[in-house]
DNA sequence: CTATTTATTGTCATGATTGACAATAAATAG
DNA sequence: CTATTTATTGTCAATCATGACAATAAATAG
């Protein structure tokens, strides 16, 4: 009985204007007050539904981290054996799939990790299974070429897809989207070119 | 007469302390205290010597590209018209010459100016810039790439440059230093491949 | 309607950040 | 030593960010 709770959905909108708030004003901007204005509720509620400061750090890196392991992994095991590249270059640099939030809050954590041990171990283990999980596509595909091979061009990979949409806020990431796709086609390219 | 002034030192030793603050806690987060603590002077004086908040930011950013163009300029002018891009992967991917304070003052700037008009103009000009002279070289190196390959080539060194330090708060730019030269290698080699 | 639960608003205290400036100490020229 | 200039220290007020909580309004069950 009582009045019914928002809990879950305001827990999300506020979450939701936090990680907006971080892409734009980086986690030290990001303070109560703007997340509330962005999120259009009060300071109260914010802290009333989600809790002080911390717990709201706590709640956005858990979720953005889970989510993304969410749908690398779906996009990951969505790669067909064969050709697998082609989707990798289509799901890194179309403009479709493309979301420079993302990329921008990501840049946000690792950068805090510099000063948060915990937060650290987690970006480690978050950025080797990045590249390790594109290692073992290309692996598929190339099966010749060798392990230092492999781990550059997939290095490559994702230092052109971060690399494209961290020029975000000078509003360039959509003039070097071709380039990066190119450049992403050369790596992989090489890989076949091995003796 | 009178006693005499240290201003100039004292300037120099509190940017230096604003810009390794920078690099660690981002442009927000870089308090006036913190500042004043990391240069080893009072809050009092950095105000004394630099003057409030808006004079000592727009001092940093302005010795930031300053140094920026004057390094890269040598750099770029250094580079033979033979055999320049060994220079270049030389230059920008040897343990020697890494510094990664350097780039996570740049990303810093560069998330900036997401919401500073005058700096965003001023980031551009500084990208175009390091993508154009990289290009230039390259040109000179493989003549008959066409201009979308050598731009994708470019932006692809410059990824990998950006992407390696901007791992430096997760303290694996160390352990990526190698792929990230064999993936730059891979990028200018395609060039030569071209038809 | 009543009791209960939760949303919503508002406020107050505390601490952090900054700006401004007074007061003192130190160095130098003459 | 004196006058002058600057470094250095210290302090106070204004603003902002945060935490805590009281008070009110709204929704629901019975």
New interface residues.
């Given amino acids: 009985m009582g009045r019914p709770s928002k809990k879950e959905e305001r827990t999300e909108e506020i979450l939701n204007a936090f990680y907006r708030c971080v892409a ?6 990001s303070t109560l007050e703007r997340i509330a204005e962005e999120s259009g509720l009060k300071r109260s509620l914010v802290r009333h539904f989600v809790g002080n400061r911390e717990a709201l750090e706590t709640l956005l890196v858990d979720r953005v981290l889970e989510q993304s392991f969410q749908q690398w992994s779906t996009f990951i095991d969505a790669i067909p054996t064969k050709n697998g590249s082609e989707y990798l270059l289509e799901g890194l640099f179309s403009d479709q799939y493309s979301d420079a939030e993302y990329i ?1 809050v990501i ?1 946000s954590l ?6 948060d041990e915990a937060l ?1 171990l987690r ?2 283990e978050w ?1 080797q299974r990045f590249t390790d999980d594109l290692t073992l596509v290309l692996r598929q595909e190339y099966s010749r070429a060798d392990n ?2 492999l ?6 990979l ?3 897809y ?3 949409d ?7 990431n959509q003039r ?1 989207r ?7 086609r ?2 992989i ?2 890989l076949s ?1 091995e003796k």
């Fill in positions: 734009r004003y980086g986690m030290e901007g921008l840049e690792i950068f805090c990790a510099g000063r650290r970006m480690q950025m230092d091979s781990e550059a061009a997939s290095f490559g994702i230092s052109l971060f690399n494209l961290s020029l975000a806020p000078l509003g360039m070097y071709q380039p990066a796709r190119i450049a992403a050369y790596l390219d090489s070119a």
